[in-house]
RNA sequence: GUGGUAGUAGCUCAGUUGGUUAGAGCACCAGAUUGUGGAUCUGGGGGUCGGGGGUUCAAUUCCCCUCUACCACCCCA
């Protein structure tokens, strides 16, 4: 192996990976705009309180995962690890609260220092769609509608579910969180060391542990359903029942839970059996007290991620690229009149490629290699007429084509 | 960050119980075919056996460290 390798948990876009990345961003970019979103970008770096203030303090993102650098004027800056923070900063840096309902698509990378694994990388891409300054469900419907059109539409709807929770308001979280903690506190002894740990930091957490120990304290733990206020539970209903209407399907899943502080009410994932441990292809829920929480006046939101890596996985092979025209002149007279032919050809709409050297044999050969659809031949006794034999690549068959009709004859090639 | 599995040609892999020039298939290049691709045949290029150190007369093979990928945990998209 050279030893120019690659940063750990970074990877090259070679052309057909390329390929099938973009058809994901493509696709999910053309869904969301059926449901009103429209696309924008945040910058790749804030500075970094954007995301510590945002995230909470007791994130992992936030503690050990963030690519943080002073840069050359002195600020603290870092790549983003998520684009939720972002989206919020220039909400309120921007004065977008008179533009409120703001919908929003955004796709780009995201930077987080984890150990590498198949679908989890350093500098991984996802897509998201916000929408902002609606406080009622309706947002979370049409959000998860938006969200399972894409994944419809990426003909991977059959291999992901939808996982639905609620996390309630900011009191019944809360209310609920004291439960939950002097319940554990109860079997401390008895707890996981990961599960003591998350005790302190996120003890909601602790009802998602895979321990075995853990389980078993889990199945008797206190049920949020329990201690949901009403607001909180009627705003839970307006979202299956929208759900419902809609007979997109969903798994209720108590246990689920999201890792970054600013998520309340609704909380989802569209989750696959495909990938292993990193099973988790789309995920979001709504964040209230996200904007506020930055400075910006009191605005709700809802959204959701997703890794374009993962939704590859499950998408399978790439479209093919599109097949060129092979323009191959033999002879220096046929070269100068080639280079300026290809340039009309390709005003035209078509791909060409003039091949640099060779004898003719050769060129054929990089044709084929390259999947012409078809080889554009213009030697000295095609010059003296004026024609060129078009072959096409893949009958075989061959005709004379006046330079002049050209253009028109290729179109069928486009 | 913790534990585990693995790294031999561009790719997929074989092999070496430590011993001369490390192999195959596919891919690539050239020729057979100096104005015609795909198939076939012939020939060719390409490897510091992931990197560094140690043991040894001798290391791709044994030992240690390290890097990377993968699996599980953790976390998450």
Avoid at 12 to 24: I, K, S
Avoid at 256 to 267: E, F, I, K, Q, S
Avoid at 272 to 287: P, S
């Amino acid at each position: 192996m050279a030893s120019l390798q690659p940063v750990r948990g970074t990877h090259d876009l070679l052309p057909e990976a390329m390929r099938a990345h973009r058809r994901v961003i493509e696709t999910a970019r053309e869904v969301a705009e059926r449901y009103g979103f429209d696309e924008m970008a945040t910058p790749i770096f804030e500075f970094t309180d954007v995301f510590r203030r945002t995230l909470g303090d007791t994130s992992d993102i936030v503690t050990k995962e963030m690519y943080t650098f002073t840069d050359k004027g002195g600020d603290e800056l870092t790549l983003r690890p998520e684009n939720t923070a972002g989206v919020a900063r220039c909400f309120i840096s921007e004065g977008l609260a008179q533009d409120v309902p703001l919908k929003v698509f955004c796709g780009g990378p995201m930077f987080r220092h984890e150990r590498p694994q198949k679908g989890r990388l350093r500098q991984f891409h996802q897509i998201d769609i916000e929408i902002i300054g609606v406080p009622g469900p309706q947002a979370d419907v049409e959000v998860i509608a938006a969200g399972a059109a894409i994944l419809k539409a990426l003909g991977i709807g059959d291999l992901t579910a939808l996982q639905l929770n609620t996390l309630g308001d900011a009191e019944s979280r809360g209310k609920f969180r004291d439960v939950l903690v002097a319940y554990f506190n109860d079997h401390l002894n008895d707890l996981s060391e990961d599960s003591r740990d998350r005790l302190e930091r996120n003890p909601l957490r602790i009802l998602d542990s895979k321990d075995e120990g853990d389980r078993k304290i889990v199945a008797g733990a206190p049920d949020y359903a329990d201690h949901l206020n009403q607001e909180s539970a009627d705003f839970f209903a307006g979202v299956t029942g929208g759900l419902d209407a809609l007979d997109i399907a969903y798994t209720l899943d108590p246990k689920l839970v999201r890792g970054l502080d600013y998520y309340t009410h609704t909380a989802f994932e569209f989750t696959t059996t495909e990938l292993g441990a990193q099973d988790a292809v789309m995920a979001g829920g709504r964040y209230d007290g996200l904007i506020g929480t930055m400075g910006g006046p009191e605005t709700p939101g809802v959204g959701w991620a997703a890794g374009v890596e993962r939704l590859v996985m499950l998408c399978g092979d790439p479209p093919p690229a599109r097949r060129p025209v092979a323009l191959i002149p033999i002879g220096e007279a046929a070269e100068a009149v080639a280079l300026e032919l290809s340039e009309a050809l390709r005003a035209a709409g078509n791909r060409i490629d003039l091949g640099y050297g060779g004898n003719l044999n050769r060129r054929m050969k990089r044709a084929n290699k390259i999947a012409a659809a078809a080889a554009v031949l213009i030697g000295e006794d095609e010059l003296q007429r004026d024609v060129a034999t078009v072959r096409d690549m893949e009958t075989g068959e061959q005709e004379e084509v006046a330079l002049a009709a050209l253009e028109d004859h290729l179109a069928r090639y486009r």
